[in-house]
């Protein structure tokens, strides 16, 4: 038994989910206006951007792979 | 007597929670009829290939997957009947009903994947040299009866859970005679779970989410794995930005009249013609409170140092009354907000953090401009969600002229704070389409 997504499987997973809600924290912002969605705001920014960062790090981690010799 | 009883939550529960546990049971003994194929069958005979194996493979984690799919939206569909046991609502009966049917379609593409399966096993496994003997056939087809008929099963228990809801309509009523009086009749099921339905939603998502990715990692499939990941994620996302409590505005509004008319009176019968001075935290023991100054005469100095005592009402030199603003809660919740307190900080980080605060982190206006001139504090406020308690205020000319509403209370209370030096609210304007407000506050040098 073995987890069955590898380390690309999930950097393109964090992808796609920081991509929806980067976006969405972006639409739903209060500078466009007072929206009627009742969340915190703030904190559904702070975890795209934490997503956001870890997607980053994937690449970061893939980037080396590639310019390390083996 | 009449009394209707047709929704049986519990019942209904009760059942579901079989179906699930039925659909695990089925799940289990597939394992067992795998390790038939997989273990027995190789000592019949039975040449391992790819092409079989593949085949076999894909229609057995297929299976499987839309089996747990199942077991899933049967559990999310208990979570909207429990919804719908506490809010009535006819939106969370319809989504149970749905998600029932898409477990029974689950189901029953599960079967025909396994149908498939056996399929290989009967026929094509034979080409690859598997010998037919009872030995091996009575304890498979043993499996897959039980499998097939617990299948079968726990699709008849969830066509009667559709039936049941569909047939139900609430409220539960008892007609005595020509009169009829609305029961509950299942108070503690209500009780039990009245819990907020975002709540319950996250709960079960979350759970959901770690059942499928434990399902995932037994199965090795990575298409449940990005389901199971999914859900407890986006299930631990929803609890963590979901707000603590919402109160509708009105409810704010009708809370702040009373007080508003209450302070009317005070100013009224303690003939005070002076206007409100907030006081800086200097004057007073407690740092972080803040007291207003009343005077009874237009032009008077301010209290001196030592004679301004907070639990004090009247002041003899000079005289007045000392008051708390009726903004101090709320300048003291932005406080608690910005994780500081204003008497650490000066006019700059006030111009440069109000606006944020107020615009993005708390929502309470749409736009704010902060701007300062010599001694006077310009703030502009457009769509603040005190507008209401605003316009209360300003049908008490007294308080209106002197005090000033909450919301320039607490921001008077703020810049008292921040200075260091006394605060008088100049003049509080609102713009021709009540949308802005401006007010100006002068810093007073002692």
């Known amino acids: ?70 | 007597m009449k009394i209707r009883i047709l929704f049986r939550s519990e019942v209904i529960l009760v059942l579901l929670l079989a179906v699930i546990m039925i659909n695990a049971l089925s799940a289990f003994f597939f394992t067992f009829l795998d390790h038939v194929v997989h273990g027995d069958l190789y000592r019949y005979g039975l040449q391992f290939n790819y092409e079989w194996a593949g085949q076999y493979w894909a229609y057995s984690s297929l299976m499987i997957s839309f089996l747990a799919i199942a077991m899933l939206v049967t559990g999310i569909s208990m979570a909207f009947i429990l919804i719908y046991t506490r809010t009535r609502g006819t939106g969370s009966r319809f989504v149970s009903c749905l998600l029932l049917i898409m477990g029974i379609v689950m189901s029953g593409i599960s079967a025909f994947f396994f149908n498939r399966l056996d399929y290989i096993v009967n026929n094509d496994l034979y080409k690859y040299g598997l010998q037919f003997s009872y030995e091996w056939a009575v304890q498979y087809w043993a499996y897959a009866k039980l499998m097939l008929g617990l299948l079968g099963f726990a699709t008849a228990i969830t066509v009667i859970s559709l039936v049941l809801i569909l047939a139900s309509k609430p409220p539960y009523e008892i007609v005595v005679g020509k009169s009829r009086h609305e029961i509950q009749l299942f108070p503690r099921t209500r009780a039990i779970f009245k819990i907020g339905s975002t709540k319950l939603i996250c709960s079960v998502l979350f759970s959901a989410g770690v059942i499928v990715l434990g399902f995932s990692i037994y199965c090795t499939s990575s298409i449940l794995a990005f389901i199971g990941l999914s859900f407890t994620f986006w299930g631990a996302l929803l609890f963590y930005i979901t707000p603590s409590k919402q109160v509708p505005l009105e409810l704010l509004n009708a809370t702040a009249t009373s007080n508003l008319t209450n302070m009317e009176k005070i100013l009224m019968g303690c003939n005070l013609n002076g206007k409100c001075i907030y006081l800086p935290p200097k004057y007073l023991r407690d740092f972080e409170s803040s007291l207003m100054f009343i005077s009874s005469k237009a032009e008077q100095a301010l209290p001196k140092f030592g004679e301004v005592e907070e639990e004090k009402f009247y002041s003899t030199n000079p005289d007045g009354i000392f008051l708390t603003p009726p903004g101090l809660a709320l300048s003291k919740l932005f406080e608690k907000e910005l994780g500081t307190s204003f008497t650490k900080t000066d006019l700059n980080y006030l111009q440069e953090k109000l606006p944020k605060l107020f615009i993005e982190d708390m929502e309470i206006v749409e736009s704010m401009n902060v701007e300062t001139e010599n001694n006077i504090v310009t703030m502009e406020i457009t769509n603040h969600i005190f507008k209401d308690v605003c316009e209360e205020t300003r049908k008490h000319s007294k308080l209106h002229e002197s005090i000033g509403c909450s919301l320039c209370s607490a921001l008077a209370c703020a810049l008292a704070k921040a200075t260091g030096k006394p605060i008088m609210i100049e003049r509080e304007e609102q713009s021709r389409d009540g949308k802005t407000t401006k007010i100006q506050y002068n810093i007073l040098e002692e």
Do not use: N
Not at chain 1, 38 to 65: D, N, P, S, Y
């Open chain 1, 1 to 70: 038994m073995q987890f069955p997504l590898s380390f690309w499987d999930v950097s393109l997973w964090l992808a796609l989910t920081a991509l929806i809600l980067l976006i969405t924290a972006e639409l739903i912002s209060p500078y466009y206006g007072q929206s009627s969605l009742q969340i915190k705001k703030g904190r559904l920014k702070t975890v795209a951007f934490t997503l956001c960062l870890l997607f980053l790090l994937t690449v970061l981690i893939r980037i080396f792979e590639i310019i390390t010799p083996t």
